[in-house]
């Protein structure tokens, strides 16, 4: 194999970083830099990896490991390289592939970020700042086709200027695994792109046979153990795409590439863990009780979920002691005394509930939502489970009642070690006029939601950090600084609150 790549596959720093080995920290990503000069707040937020000499780093995200394996398994000399090093490709690369979670920060938190602050969040610039740099500008001087795609790709249909500008050749759309080798042929061969390619249900991987392992090892150990979502959220993307399980062998398989490169953690992805082979809506303990047993088997390092869905939290529990199970079953291990997961919490109001998302309570019935999230963080609370929450406010069809109700939820939360962290629906286009979509569409009630779940979250967030988080002297500073940003960005809140309810009191 020649020593330089035909195809780069990359993405900016904010992605390309393992985050402290600590996937919240690149949360941080989605924000402006609060209280901090920006460099601090990257080195806290996007460290950059190890790379070899030709510039691979030792872990990528997941999504471009997907591409990258696609693509090598066909035979091309493809490989992802760290943005700091594209240009050691220059003479070689044709193509490059650039793939991201939220290109433009229009997507949720980040959006959000930006209205309250009014201050471009970090990926944002430094999105833009990989972009413009004279590595990239040179590959476009020499032809290089630019291709992008990932789960933020629609942004690209409100950023014409900068697809233009930039010289982007195609945008792909949806999980891209079977479209990309296509893509890279074409490419290499000369032929013409198209603009714009969205991947229906009809092309994504029909059979868990055609998902390719990844190659090499992927940011915090992160494997795939399902795709898809059988609830069927009206403000959620997931929904479109078909529900698939992955079986077991599978995983363990691309568990031990990464143990095999020196990538420890291990985190289950899924839009719901508990509902890997389900019964359709209804958690199976076999299953996870067989994949949890299986990679503690394989490592004692600590096991992470990326999502799961609160009513199946209270359904496995309740109905099976399934959540007291499989934490036995990563707690065996003296390295692991806690698990974190991300949750949508979304409202606490029935009638907004009903409206947006009717089977989110699924089994149980929707008139119960606020029982089933109460009841679901009292089960994590006991079980060292720590969630992150996101809620859902602004939706179109949102009424003052609904955020109020939203709110008692919140504060009926307050024993219960967790997160939560409101998103506001932002409206496409909002951008182009952000201070009159801030000054008109933030009411008093939200103001009341932001102040209770900031209470919250800035509670037990010294909590979390100092009990179980970023444990170590390696750790000290981020430690530090991360509790300096929690403090500022409470003092700042406070500030901002008061200055919306003195302009809302005033009229
Ligand atoms: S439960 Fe989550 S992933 Fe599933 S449709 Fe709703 S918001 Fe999307």
């Not at 949360?27 to 901090?36: D, L, R």
Request: charged share 25%; net charge neutral; proline share 7%.
């Amino acid at each position: 194999m020649s020593m330089t790549f035909d195809i780069v596959i990359t993405t900016d720093r904010s992605m390309m970083s393992d985050h402290h080995h600590h996937e919240f920290l690149g949360f941080m990503t989605t924000g402006p830099a609060f209280g901090v000069p920006e460099w601090l707040w990257g080195w806290i937020a996007a460290p950059k990896p190890k790379v070899d000499k030709l510039g691979r780093p030792k872990v990528a995200p997941y999504g471009l490991r997907k591409i990258e394996a696609a693509l090598q398994d066909a035979g091309f000399n493809a490989a992802v390289v760290d943005p700091d090093h594209i240009d050691k490709h220059l003479d070689t690369m044709k193509v490059l592939m650039i793939g991201h979670h939220d290109f433009f920060a229009y997507g949720p938190p980040s959006s959000e970020w930006w209205t309250i602050t009014g201050k471009e969040p970090y990926n944002r610039v430094s999105f833009r700042r990989f972009m413009e740099s004279p590595a990239i500008r040179e590959a476009k001087r020499r032809g290089v086709k630019i291709i992008v795609g990932g789960p933020a790709a629609w942004q690209w249909l409100w950023a014409l200027d900068e697809w233009r500008k930039w010289g982007v050749d195609t945008v792909v759309d949806g999980e891209a695994e079977r479209v990309v080798v296509d893509l890279a042929k074409k490419a290499l061969a000369g032929e013409e792109l198209p603009d714009y390619v969205f991947i229906g249900p009809a092309d994504v991987p029909q059979t868990v046979e055609e998902i390719p392992n990844i190659n090499h090892a992927s940011v915090n150990g992160l494997v795939e153990i399902m795709r898809g979502c059988p609830r069927g959220c009206k403000f959620c993307s997931v929904t479109l795409r078909p529900w698939r399980s992955i079986p077991i062998e599978k995983v363990l398989d691309e568990i031990k590439v990464n143990m095999s490169e020196g990538e420890k953690g291990i985190i289950l992805h899924s839009e719901d863990v508990l509902l890997y082979y389900a019964d359709g809506i209804r958690p199976r303990p076999e299953p996870l009780i067989k994949l949890h047993s299986a990679v503690r088997q394989l490592t004692d390092e600590p096991i992470g979920w990326s999502h799961a869905s609160l009513a199946a939290i209270a359904y496995a529990e309740e109905k099976h002691k399934l959540v007291t199970k499989i934490t036995d079953i990563l707690f065996s291990s003296k390295k692991q005394r806690y698990l974190g997961v991300e949750v949508g919490l979304e409202t606490g109001s029935i009638k907004l509930a009903r409206k947006i998302m009717p089977a989110k309570a699924a089994p149980y019935r929707i008139e119960e939502y606020p029982e089933v999230v109460e009841r679901a963080f009292a089960i994590m609370h006991e079980h060292n489970i720590i969630p992150a929450a996101t809620l859902i406010a602004g939706l179109p069809g949102e009424e003052p009642d609904d955020v109020v109700a939203t709110t008692e939820l919140v504060e009926r939360l307050r024993p219960y070690r967790s997160l939560i962290v409101p998103m506001f629906f932002v409206p496409m286009g909002a951008f182009k006029n952000l201070e009159w979509f801030r000054r008109n569409s933030i009411r008093p009630e939200h103001v009341e939601l932001l102040k209770a779940t900031l209470r919250h979250s800035a509670y037990w967030a010294r909590d979390i950090v100092d009990r179980f988080y970023l444990k170590g002297s390696r750790y000290v500073l981020v430690r530090a600084a991360i509790k300096w940003i929690v403090n500022y960005i409470e003092r700042k809140a406070e500030e901002a609150a008061r200055a919306v309810e003195v302009r809302a009191g005033g009229g």
